[in-house]
């Protein structure tokens, strides 16, 4: 929940390299590394709020999504790689509240569910899954 002044300065949810065992905590040993994020809107602020992503596209991409919508990014590409435009924050509410629920899909656990691309992942089409 944000309140009014409330913001979120720019972030990635995927932790760290997937490589350094010693920042590993429970959570990572058991659930892995955070591959997409599920961003569902549940309060819109009057003013303020949005959700930007500085990285994506020439010039950044902000998003000010009305209650009930949901926004889903991936994190990290199929080798577990951050991925860099993946970068976002909240910006400051100016008045009202925003309250969203985030669900994060972990690495551990979805390896079975879809059969991974061999080679460049960006290049693997929707197409090839689920058609």
């Known amino acids: 929940m944000y309140e009014p002044k409330g913001h979120y300065a720019p972030h990635y949810d995927h932790l760290f390299a997937h490589s350094d065992p010693e920042q590993r905590d429970w959570w990572m040993k058991h659930f892995g590394n955070r591959i997409a994020t599920f961003l569902l809107i549940l309060e819109k602020a009057e003013r303020g709020g ?3 992503f500085p990285l994506l596209g020439r010039n950044g991409v902000t998003v000010q999504p009305n209650i009930g919508d949901a926004l889903f990014w991936f994190n990290a590409d199929a080798t ?4 860099r435009s993946s970068l976002h924050g909240a910006c400051p509410i100016t008045a009202g509240r925003k309250v969203a629920a985030t669900i994060w899909v ?3 656990g979805q390896e079975l569910l879809l059969p991974c691309p061999t080679g460049d ?3 693997y089409l929707f ?5």
């Open 121 to 123: 992942s960006r290049s």
């Open 80 to 83: 577990d790689e951050r991925e």
């Open 106 to 108: 972990r690495t551990i």
């Open 50 to 52: 949005a959700t930007v």
């Open 127 to 131: 197409e090839q899954t689920f058609l």
